[in-house]
């Protein structure tokens, strides 16, 4: 079945770009005369995507006011949280919106160019796109089978070569139905917590990646696009 509906998690305050950006929410910041927001919302454009959820928070006006309920032909929903509900309560609540059996869910601070087509679900819940890295210790890494289902999430620590979660997710718009959980949690800790009984699938890419989480590493995607 063909996915076209995303959640973007846009509701970062961006503590440590501080000293960068000021004042609005981290996926505002500006990369020449546009939002970074702008880049991943013109990726998926490109792959197709014809409804967007934009999961906001902090300063979520600052969002609407520049791209609206339409940008690029695609329709723009605010999924507003009146008090931060973490990345999983943020989910949750933008899952609401979503009208198909799925969706994609993306970081509004990170920028990774695959093809979201090659994500699919079959008998799991979820589905996670891993990017290869090599020589790194700032991200934790995940072991997977040949036949792409998680083994494991390991600790973060220097790894000579390695796959790490991309931030980008094909999941099923059940995959809260069976757990008892507050309204405010970390997805991350969830998924790590959960992936066995999720049957958690993974897709190994090795495309263009960047997490703007870091001044370094917005600098340098701002370098690329200006």
Known sequence: MLVNEAIVLCGGLGTRLKSVIKDIPKPMAPVGDEPFLAFVLKFLKKQEIKRVVLAVSYKYEVIQNFFGDNYLGMDIIYSIE??????????VKALKMIKNSSSYVLNGDTFFDIALAKLNLNDSKICVALKHMSDFDRYASVSIEKNGYITSFNEKKFTKNGFINGGIYLISKDIFNTFNLPSKFSFEEFFQDNFLSLKSTAKVFDDYFIDIGIPQD???FCRLNM
Do not use: F, R
């Open 218 to 220: 917005y600098n340098k």
């Open 82 to 91: 009146d008090t931060p509900l973490g990345t999983g309560g943020a989910i």
